[in-house]
T-cell receptor, first 115, second 111 residues
């Protein structure tokens, strides 16, 4: 039962470097999301996608980019990493909208530190 | 004002005790409500959805109070394995893709 798989689990970046967080799901879910979780804060939506070829900004999209070329994959790109991007990143997916009928499944998280 | 607010706790309770905590939400148009559980350094997982009439799932009971704009979670007969952070999650409507997450309430059950 793979579910939502994201890599890497841990990464240290230097300021100004770029990297891509990979996310793939094998549940044939249409909806995919990227969240970040800072200590003592709720999860914040960075970007989401309702299907292949369609992406949209969430609450905190600045400094990030995404693409959705296939149903399965939803990579998150960090350009010019900044210390404010130090966080835990969660990729998630759901069959449909995140309402009571459609559970959101999360990946295990990626711990990113920018120094 | 935050969209979803929770008492961070921690709530330290002995095994077998009952513990309850609330979550308030700011948008009166909110339609869907959930409790997620997050273990230390793990991903959130759905614990239960919250329905208008309230609902139970084993030892867990969730209630919704629309008039006062809060939801609650009650855990009966606490187990050590219930130690976790419980996230309150709210969405504006069934057409909304953007869930609002509370920062979580930490519960620690001691032997």
């Amino acid at each position: 039962n793979a579910g939502v798989t994201q890599t890497p689990k841990f990464r240290i970046l230097k300021i100004g470097q770029s990297m891509t967080l990979q996310c793939t799901q094998d549940m044939n879910h249409n909806y995919m999301y990227w969240y970040r979780q800072d200590p003592g804060m709720g999860l914040k939506l960075i970007y989401y996608s309702v299907g292949a070829g369609i992406t949209d900004k969430g609450e905190v999209p600045n400094g990030y980019n995404v693409s959705r070329s296939t149903t399965e994959d939803f990579p998150l790109r960090l350009e010019l990493a900044a210390p404010s991007q130090t966080s835990v990143y969660f990729c998630a997916s759901s069959y449909s909208k995140g309402d009571t009928r459609n559970t959101i499944y999360f990946g295990e998280g990626s711990w990113l530190t920018v120094v | 004002r935050k969209e979803v607010e929770q008492d961070p706790g921690p709530f330290n309770v002995p095994e077998g005790a009952t513990v309850a905590f609330n979550c308030t939400y700011s948008n009166s148009a909110s339609q869907s409500f959930f409790w997620y559980r997050q273990d230390c350094r793990k991903e959130p997982k759905l614990l239960m959805s919250v329905y208008s009439s309230g609902n139970e799932d084993g030892r867990f009971t969730a209630q919704l109070n629309r008039a006062s704009q809060y939801i609650s979670l009650l855990i009966r007969d606490s187990k050590l394995s219930d130690s976790a952070t419980y996230l309150c999650v709210v969405s504006l409507s069934s057409n909304d893709y953007k869930l609002s997450f509370g920062a979580g309430t930490t519960v620690t059950v001691r032997a």
